[in-house]
């Protein structure tokens, strides 16, 4: 059954340095989404993108966040410069069109020391 | 601005009950509610999809119902199994997600 894969599962990294979260979305999907969920928090939505822009972002999506489709396949999240409180599980989904089915990634553990 | 609720916040059941779980958000001018089972650190499962035109749900031992001028729906699991155990999120929106906090459900033997 085709699923959205994520890497890595986990990713420690020093405040202030550059992280990027990738993804592969199943291959016939069109839409794209990161969120993300703080321990013991809500999940948040964070940014959408569809035919290689952003279709809507959130207020947590700050210039320190980017995404890109570098190819056909991966779709990738960058935080610029990691700060404490970006620490949270970042999920991954895609969608064939933006009302159908979400489905999710099994998440990056993103640990900021 | 869109407000999941999931009450209760957590459910202890014997094996073999039947169980409600609760969902209620504050705009009934959605499009898709949809039920997520999530386990101990990882990630989210997709279990029913409900579109804003249909009422209800159903797969295997699962159903989904959707009431949108009350801004309410529940999710209904038949005979629990251990298995079940997990935390179970409810979300909506049209492109976008808005979840709850989710039900953390436990299924003792």
């Known amino acids: 059954e085709p699923e959205v894969t994520q890497t890595p599962s986990h990713q420690v990294t020093q405040m202030g340095q550059e992280v990027i979260l990738r993804c592969v979305p199943i291959?016939?999907?069109?839409?794209f989404y990161w969120y993300r969920q703080i321990l013991g928090q809500k999940v948040e939505f964070l940014v959408s993108?569809?035919?290689?822009?952003?279709?809507?972002k959130s207020e947590i999506f700050d210039d320190q966040f980017s995404v890109e489709r570098p190819d056909g396949s991966n779709f990738t999240l960058k935080i610029r410069s990691t700060k404490l409180e970006d620490s949270a599980m970042y999920f991954c989904?895609?969608?064939?069109?933006?009302?159908?089915?979400?489905?999710f990634g099994q998440g990056t553990r993103l640990t900021v020391v | 601005k869109q407000e999941v609720t999931q009450i209760p916040a957590a459910l202890s059941v014997p094996e073999g009950e039947n169980l409600v779980l609760n969902c209620s958000f504050t705009?009934?001018?959605?499009?898709?509610l949809q039920w997520f089972r999530q386990d101990p650190g990882k990630g989210l499962t997709s279990l029913l999809l409900?579109?804003?035109?249909?009422r209800e749900q159903t797969s295997g031992r699962l159903n989904a119902s959707l009431d949108k001028s009350s801004g309410r729906s529940t999710l209904y699991i038949a005979a629990s199994q251990p298995g079940d155990s997990a935390t179970y999120l409810c979300?909506?929106?049209?492109?976008?997600?808005?979840f709850g906090k989710g039900t953390m459900l436990l299924v003792s033997p």
């Open positions: 989904a895609s969608s064939v069109f933006e009302n159908t089915e979400a489905f």
């Open positions: 291959s016939n999907h069109l839409y």
């Open positions: 993108f569809y035919n290689n822009e952003i279709s809507e």
């Open positions: 705009d009934s001018a959605i499009y898709n």
């Open positions: 409900i579109q804003s035109s249909q």
């Open positions: 979300a909506v929106g049209y492109s976008t997600l808005t």
